[in-house]
């Protein structure tokens, strides 16, 4: 085949046979082949896309100390780490972690053979990993496996309480497997890992930044960079997101673009997005509010009901994502309504391809006759770059990562519990949308100004960060961040 890019002959593997049967192994952009010479031919493919990485080993004797004139030493062998696309009894897809060990023993001399596997080996990172230098990084950084190198923060306290278990257990592993070296940081409080974000002179050299938490070290690490006086260059380092919160809305996301099974597993399809080291632009949202002149987004905006139900809940943050179930019952039994005047300037089919002017400060009026202004009283306001602002919230179904639009959703009073209730329970279809009592509008900013002199006074949520009650605008960045995704 024209696009065979090497092809050799190995001794396939199986179980505890390490003799192997002799096989043609054929690799391509796409594929790995693996076909029998003997009778038969029976052939094993292996998508290059669904490898995460591959080790050179030497010939394991499993009667050391007994060895005779016949004992092989001078085999290789490859062995390769790769998580297919699988189904389970009930149909359901997953992505299933298998091995091949592949030996060699094309040379009379190990290191002959031990030279030839690592050829194999080079060739299959070439592939597997990305090779891109990105503009954040020194132009000294050569270009390497040996020198691609992630930043991962931890936060022990993210939802049930098990991330740096997790960690240990599960996510090192996956590091190893796919020979990614790392710096790890465990922070101790609320604000660490912006600290250390937006200070460090050694950002430069990581090939990208992880977290591994809920959505709340993603919000620190985007304000971190754009804090930072070289944000004009460090927004471009990805950064890559682990779910172990409460709240994940970022990962689900990234895997609803790929349509992968992330509810049987979200942190399989999450590391690998990020072990590959691939990745792609998406856009960010800048916000400014009374008390906070400059904060960076990257999921959402929120204010009324739903944000009510994230604040509110947080005290159950131990029973995961439950906690927003249990919130909004609780808060659709006592529904609210809040005073305030909500401004939005929509879509109209020139979406922007690069950042837009500067909104007027808050204390100023919009000038730009496209926008549209509604005042009165809302049970919610809420707003999402992204599809998914939790592993169940489908709230913005045609969203794309860097389609330049922020999605608006207002639902004005009056609406009955009822309806509030088939507002909540549609979300995990996405089919909201279409409520009559509902108006979701794609635009590129928007103004609120919650009216505080009547009333009960909701919260604001950025990224499901808690903010007081304060007039908040919010304008798209398009295509300022970056994140890893397969």
Not at 430 to 446: C, D, E, I
């Amino acid at each position: 085949m024209s696009d065979i890019i090497q092809e050799d002959i190995f001794y396939y593997c199986e179980e505890k046979n390490f003799r192997g049967i002799e096989s043609k192994v054929c690799l391509s952009q796409l594929s790995l082949t693996i076909t029998e010479t003997g009778s038969g031919n029976k052939k094993r493919t292996i998508n290059v896309d669904d490898v995460i990485g591959c080790l050179c080993m030497r010939n394991q004797d499993p009667n050391e100390g007994q060895r005779n004139h016949e004992q092989d030493t001078v085999s290789v062998f490859l062995c390769i780490y790769f998580y297919s696309l699988s189904k389970n009894f009930k149909k359901s897809p997953y992505r299933k972690r298998e091995t091949a060990l592949l030996r060699c023993h094309k040379y009379p001399s190990f290191v002959e053979n031990c030279d030839h596997v690592a050829k194999w080996q080079s060739m299959l990172y070439s592939l597997i990993q990305s090779k891109e230098l990105y503009p954040h990084m020194s132009a000294t950084t050569p270009n390497t496996s040996e020198s691609r190198r992630l930043l991962i923060f931890v936060n022990p306290n993210s939802g049930p309480g098990v991330a740096l278990k997790t960690f240990n257990t599960r996510i090192r592993s996956f590091l190893g497997e796919a020979n990614i070296s790392y710096d790890l940081i465990v922070t101790t409080h609320v604000g660490h890992c912006q600290k250390i974000v937006q200070d460090s002179t050694d950002l430069p050299k990581y090939t990208g930044i992880v977290a591994v938490s809920g959505d709340g070290l993603l919000y620190e690490i985007f304000n971190g960079l754009f804090a930072r006086e070289d944000w004009a260059t460090m927004c471009e380092i990805p950064v890559g997101a682990i779910p172990q919160g409460s709240g994940n809305g970022l990962a689900r996301s990234l895997a609803h673009f790929n349509d992968e099974p992330y509810l049987y597993d979200p942190l399989v399809v999450s590391v690998l997005n990020v072990v590959k080291l691939k990745s792609r632009e998406m856009d960010l949202c800048l916000i400014n509010t009374t008390n906070f002149p400059k904060l960076i987004s990257f999921l959402s905006v929120g204010w009324g009901l739903m944000a009510d139900i994230d604040i509110e809940s947080e005290r159950l943050r131990m029973i995961g994502e439950a906690r927003f179930t249990v919130g909004a019952l609780a808060r659709v039994m006592r529904l609210r309504t809040y005073k305030a005047t909500i401004s939005y300037l929509p879509v109209d089919g020139n979406v922007p391809s690069e950042q837009m002017a500067p909104l007027p400060p808050l204390d100023e009026p919009l000038s730009d006759q496209r926008w549209v202004t509604e005042t009165g009283e809302f049970v919610c306001i809420y707003s999402s770059m992204v599809p998914f602002i939790g592993t169940d919230l489908f709230f913005a179904p045609k969203s794309v990562l860097n389609d330049g639009i922020i999605w608006l959703m207002i639902v004005k009073a009056p609406v009955s519990k009822f309806q509030v209730t088939q507002l909540l329970l549609s979300m995990d279809k996405g089919t909201h949308v279409q409520l009559p009592w509902v108006t979701f509008v794609p635009v590129t900013a928007f103004r609120l100004i919650p009216d505080k002199s009547v009333g009960p006074q909701s919260y604001l949520v950025v990224d499901g960060e808690k903010l007081d009650t304060q007039a908040i605008q919010a304008q798209i960045l398009p295509r300022k961040g970056r994140i890893f995704m397969r």
